[in-house]
T-cell receptor, first 112, second 109 residues
Framework: NAGVTQTPKFQVLKTGQSMTLQCAQDMNHEYMSWYRQDPGMGLRLIHY???????DQGEVPNGYNVSRSTTEDFPLRLLSAAPSQTSVYFC???????????FGPGTRLTVT | AQRVTQPEKLLSVFKGAPVELKCNYS??????LFWYVQYSRQRLQLLLR??SRESIKGFTADLNKGETSFHLKKPFAQEEDSAMYYC???????????FGQGTELSVKP
C-alpha cells in the first residue's frame, strides 16, 4: 500500500512551459485535492474532486487544470507556467469529505 | 468568509516548557477543526481533530466556540515536537479543508 504518491519530486520550468504534476493513490479514496504551500500563506486549495469525472475549483485555481478520469489518479496541469507558480505542491486524498486526508510527499516546482 | 488565522509564524521554547499554538477561525456554522503537523522532510499528517477529543503525543486542543479558537497545547515540550503546525477548518457544506498560515515550533534543548 503506497498511499499517496506524487511525481516528480522536483521540477524546474521556464516561464511559458507546460507540465503535469502526477498524483496517484491506491486506497480507493473518492476525494482528492491539490494544494500549494507558500511561506506565510499556509496551504491553499487549488482544485479538488469528489469522485471520478467530478472536479471543482478551490481557492486559487487560476493557471491550473485538473481532470479525474479514474479513482486512482488526479493530475494537475500547468498550461503556461509563471514565476508566481513557484511553490511546493501537495496532493491529498480521503475516503470522503468527513474523513482524514492523507497527503503525498509534495512536488517542489520552480519557475524561472 | 471562512478563514483560519495562526498569528504566530514562529514559536520558540525550551525543552520542558509549556507550549500553546494559537488558532482562531471564522465560520458561520459548526465547523470541524483539525491540527496537522509536518516534521522536517516528512509529509503533512493529521495530529488531532476536535471531534475525537483525544490527546496525541501529549498535545490537546479544545474548541472554544465563544472565542472561535482551537489552540493547541502541550504542558512539557520535547525537542522532537519541533515541526510546522497547521490549524485547519473543514466546512460541513462542501467539505473543503481551509488551512491557516502555519506556525513553526522550535523546541531548544
Amino acid at each position: 500500500n503506497a498511499g499517496v504518491t506524487q511525481t516528480p519530486k522536483f521540477q524546474v520550468l521556464k516561464t511559458g512551459q507546460s507540465m503535469t504534476l502526477q498524483c496517484a493513490q491506491d486506497m480507493n479514496h473518492e476525494y482528492m485535492s491539490w494544494y500549494r504551500q507558500d511561506p506565510g500563506m499556509g496551504l491553499r486549495l487549488i482544485h479538488y474532486s469528489v469522485g471520478a469525472g467530478i472536479t471543482d475549483q478551490g481557492e486559487v485555481p487560476n493557471g491550473y487544470n485538473v481532470s479525474r478520469s479514474t479513482t486512482e489518479d488526479f493530475p494537475l496541469r500547468l498550461l503556461s507556467a509563471a514565476p508566481s507558480q513557484t511553490s511546493v505542491y501537495f496532493c491529498a486524498s480521503s475516503y470522503g469529505l468527513s474523513h482524514e486526508q492523507y497527503f503525498g510527499p509534495g512536488t517542489r516546482l520552480t519557475v524561472t | 468568509a471562512q478563514r483560519v488565522t495562526q498569528p504566530e509564524k514562529l514559536l520558540s521554547v525550551f525543552k520542558g516548557a509549556p507550549v500553546e499554538l494559537k488558532c482562531n477561525y471564522s465560520y458561520s456554522g459548526s465547523p470541524e477543526l483539525f491540527w496537522y503537523v509536518q516534521y522536517s522532510r516528512q509529509r503533512l499528517q493529521l495530529l488531532l481533530r476536535h471531534i475525537s477529543r483525544e490527546s496525541i503525543k501529549g498535545f490537546t486542543a479544545d474548541l472554544n466556540k465563544g472565542e472561535t479558537s482551537f489552540h493547541l497545547k502541550k504542558p512539557f515540550a520535547q525537542e522532537e515536537d519541533s515541526a510546522m503546525y497547521y490549524c485547519a477548518l473543514r466546512a460541513l457544506v462542501g467539505g473543503k479543508l481551509i488551512f491557516g498560515q502555519g506556525t513553526e515550533l522550535s523546541v531548544k534543548p
